[in-house]
């Protein structure tokens, strides 16, 4: 009874669209950020070395390199924080988590990349083509909104 109330509380609160990405892929995170009362995104580009979890606990991690420094930052998948995740490139690799890339530097920590086949393909560059609509279609309502201020500032 309460698993099957705690399994629709979890789902309603999961996000409907998510982008496929393994360990190993080169992923461009886009992170909302709160400053005042103003939101701005926040772009941290990584490879995913671990992911852990399911359902809406599901997290990975990406790590960079910052000025010769490494840095690992963990993400909730489902999280609202989180506007969207690009996958920039996809990498060949044989483990679950690449752990052994913290001890790694320069160009030893580069990983083979992996080529999609066709329908993998056409999935990204559709998900390009839906992600670029609804950009425009926030610019466009943006932009409106701006005018209808300004034309009311006019008055």
């Known amino acids: 009874m309460i698993n099957r109330f705690l399994a629709a509380v979890e ?3 999961m996000k409907e669209k998510l982008p496929k990405f393994e360990i190993g892929d080169t992923v461009d995170v886009h992170v909302r950020i709160l400053e005042g009362d103003k939101e701005r995104i926040q772009i941290f580009n990584g490879v995913v070395i671990a992911r852990s979890g399911s359902g809406t606990r599901e997290m990975f991690v990406v790590r960079r390199i910052v000025q010769g420094e ?9 999280s609202p924080r989180i506007a969207d995740i690009v996958v920039k490139r996809s990498g060949k690799v044989r483990r679950a ?10 160009k030893a920590v580069r990983l083979k990349e992996r080529f999609t086949t066709g ?8 998900a390009k083509a839906e ?3 609804a950009k425009v279609a926030a610019k466009k309502v943006k932009a409106e909104a701006k005018a209808a201020a300004k034309a009311e500032a006019a008055k």
């Open 11 to 13: 789902q309603s609160s």
């Open 70 to 78: 490494g840095v690992e930052r963990k993400f909730p998948i489902h």
């Open 97 to 106: 988590k690449l752990y052994y890339l913290r001890e790694r530097s320069g």
């Open 119 to 126: 329908a993998a393909l056409d999935d990204a560059k559709a």
């Open 131 to 133: 992600r670029k609509a």
